[in-house]
């Protein structure tokens, strides 16, 4: 049974808290938020303590395993150190940091510091997901060549309207895109080269529409856009490979779909509907971070990794900034 210690009680950290209470091998021992309206609420509701600072809970709670950080970005570097400097295993929502020198010096210092520091890009978690990853590596569409992705919806609420402060969160484009960015570099590899274009001045954040042009090193090209200037909330993929097309997209009631070609003509395949389970994705995510706790496993999702969507995604926004294509040396990138 491992014990988790909650920093934060906005909506990932209820997202968070609930899918711990119902681990039977994990027990949340106390939420942590300044708001203590909000840390009294959210620990009523899961039956665990309230605490409204980090050294309260640290002095009051004993042999604590893993802390879980639900904070905004920018309190990300002061928390994983405080979590690193207690010797106690580090989950950190995404984005790992506000910028790349921040996100190296976590990972420095949580390596240095012998914990885990574990960053929750959850959509590699998502069934939809992982199936079309299952089918290129299978080779059901062929040799994969152009990718359309989409996600968003309204402008996201949160503390003190810290989305709206470009310097606090990075917009549209590190706050939301970065989660395609993970998934396309997990299915296809290194990224080349990145062109984006964005409407919305850094001025005004709430009806913000991005387009992202990556190139991978193997070929592929994909077409990422994001927005938070609609109502609700949806994602979408398209796949086309030589011999096929995955399709997903969260407003059907069948969300993915897999066409493959029957001749070499070109005619139209058959759609064969995908029935992926419907698990919570944030609940197999913290599950498999505790359970690479227990058995020493590399992660789905490394530190690593989250570094290198972060740069994806600061090449993305150097590219808005001076209106030409960026090329991933990984050294020319500005944080």
């Not at 920093?7 to 119902?22: C, F, L, P, Q, R």
């Not at 964005?198 to 190139?215: F, G, H, K, M, Q």
């Amino acid at each position: 049974m491992q014990k988790v210690l909650l920093i934060g009680a906005g909506t990932m950290g209820k997202v968070h808290a609930k899918a711990y209470s119902e681990m039977d091998k994990a027990q949340l021992v106390g939420i942590v938020d300044s708001n203590q309206d909000k840390a009294n609420e959210l620990a009523e509701e899961v039956g665990t303590a309230a605490f409204y600072t980090f050294d309260e809970a640290m002095e009051k709670l004993k042999n604590i395993d893993v802390i879980d950080i639900c904070l905004p970005t920018y309190f990300h570097k002061e928390y994983v150190k405080r979590a690193a400097d207690a010797g106690k295993h580090v989950i950190c929502e995404k984005p790992l940091a506000r910028d790349l020198q921040e996100a190296r010096e976590m990972i420095t210092y949580c390596r240095e510091k012998n914990v885990n520091l574990f960053v929750g890009h959850v959509v590699r978690f998502f069934p939809e997901y992982q199936k079309a990853k299952a089918l290129l590596e299978t080779g059901a569409i062929g040799k994969p060549a152009v990718v359309r992705t989409s996600r968003g919806g309204a402008f996201p609420t949160g503390w003190s309207d810290w989305y709206a402060d470009f310097q606090k969160s990075g917009g549209l484009v590190l706050d939301l895109l970065i989660h395609d960015f993970d998934y396309l570099r997990w299915c296809f590899g290194e990224v080349e080269r990145v062109y984006a274009k964005r409407i919305s001045p850094r001025e005004d954040l709430r009806l913000d529409y991005a387009l992202v042009t990556l190139r991978f090193k193997n070929g592929v090209i994909a077409h990422v856009e994001g927005t938070w200037a609609h109502d609700g909330f949806a994602y979408k993929f398209e796949i086309s490979g030589t011999k096929g097309i995955v399709d997903c997209d969260s407003t059907k009631a069948v969300p993915i779909t897999t066409m493959v070609r029957t001749s070499d003509e070109g005619t139209a395949g058959v759609p064969v509907p995908e029935s992926p389970l419907k698990k919570n994705p944030y609940f197999l995510e913290l599950e498999h971070f505790l359970s690479c706790i227990e058995t020493g496993d590399t992660p789905l999702v490394t530190s690593e990794d989250a570094y290198k969507a972060m740069e994806i995604a600061f090449a993305a926004l150097q590219s808005i900034e001076t209106g030409k294509p960026v090329t991933l040396n990984y050294s020319n990138v500005q944080c």
